[in-house]
């Protein structure tokens, strides 16, 4: 079968076992665009079974068919020396080579070919050349080598070290050179953004895994994310790119939330997560329009660990309160102008002033760093009287000072207040779930316990705090009440919140990031 619609999603098929490989084809039928079978994941005698009943199990299917067997130095399973790759593909019945819609043939073994008569035919045949080190610089010389090959596609896969090595998979897609239809990626995990925008860039297709685990290669994700999270095949060059940016990135829950409020209004849009190191260098490369070396609609920001800070001298504009509080965990790009702004501050505020009037209460806030920050100036702001209780006095009297509150530090705490909020991460999963960060009978008369820690969604604190009689709040209504906040200085439209909950909370992330 040819492959004629442009905008696939390829399951590949990694299993070890002939069985369990019929069975994943199966599977690829049903929910991929094309199936890639990943010859090279069996041994012999597994690789002789499943060919022995392919040509019958192949007649069945409708997706076209990608022939891969890979070396395991370009990033193949097994050490196949390219006598046993010729080999391979020469015992191929003739049933099976009519079955497929393109052998994946990897460069050497194009050019040892180039002037012999090839086991597929060359219209069948894709050029694939993978780095599993790098991304170097000379991309489009290799592209070119391949463009001359007879092969009739060309498949560039590299290892993104840095998000920046995706400059080079974006303009190798851009500045094609030749009719022949490309496939071009950069693996592993900062190179997701070339997978999830492939398409839309014009790649002939992408890959998606058919489940965690069965990823063929590092940084691929699902054939369901790439579908119904990241929509990939409705992605165009005029679409609309939002995305997080953090280091590490971990599980975030925005792209859940971003992604489906997006779905929702039927906005042409993508949120991604980008792992970002150098700030600066991200911003001149993929955010400010007058430096940007990447042609793509980016229209927001969110910003978070440990970027909320060092994101500030690169922006045109901060709002007086993100100012104030001293964090920007959201960037707007404004025409040429970048403009920064706090939406922590309304998340964190909006679930604890629909619970309580925090008007006069003894407030106790753990923790003095980022969203304490927020949260002091939310309190502060409604008159609460605050005592910052943190592990270094100094750090929580320098922030008492700028919200006029009172400073302690963390182990005198002792309870004797109207609520206590947990800015810090104890008790978070991925970090020290379990932990409180203060004593179960220091909880006896206090009214509200509010935990911003999202995962696990009743927190160590809140646990004793529910014992205790109090009343309980989690992170989870903070985030999607941040996260909304950001969607509407985004788009200037009221994000779909109850969705955004739904998103957020069904997401089974291992971390909270
Ligand atoms: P941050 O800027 O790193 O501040 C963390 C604070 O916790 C610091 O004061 C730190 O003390 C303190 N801390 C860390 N480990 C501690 C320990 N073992 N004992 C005592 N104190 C400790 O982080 P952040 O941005 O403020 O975030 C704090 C928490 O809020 C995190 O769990 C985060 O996930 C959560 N959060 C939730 C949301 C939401 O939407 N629900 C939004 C933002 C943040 P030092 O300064 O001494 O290190």
Redesign the pocket.
Known sequence: MKINSSKLICAPITERRAADFLSSMAEAEQVADAIELRFDYLEDEELLRLLAQLPSRVAGLTKPLVFTYRPREQGGQRELDICHRLSFWRNLSPQLIEALSYADFELDLVEGLAHSSPPIPWSKVICSYHNLDQTPDNLMETYQRMVRTPAAVVKIATRAVHLSDCLHIFELLERRVSPKPVIALAMGGPGLMTRVLALAYGAMLTFGALRRGAESASGQPTVAELRDLYRVKRLSRASEIFGLIGYPIGHSRSPAMHNAAFAALGRDAVYLPFEVDHVAQFVRDFVRPGTRKLDWQLRGLSVT?PHKLAIMPYLDFIDPTARRIGAVNTVVVAGDQLCGYNT?LI?AMKPLDELIDVREAKVAVI??????RAVCYGLSQRGAAVTIY???LN?AERLADEFQAQAAL?ESFTGQTDIVIN????G?RGH?EGDS?VKPEHLQGVKLVYD???NPAETTLLEYARQAGCRTLG?LA??VA?AAEQFRLWTGEEAPVELMWQAASGFNSQS?T
């Open positions: 660990i922590d998340g923790g003095a760093g980022g969203a304490a943190a592990r270094d750090k963390l800015c810090t991460p104890i978070m020290s960060p911003l820690i999202y992170g903070m985030l941040q909270q």
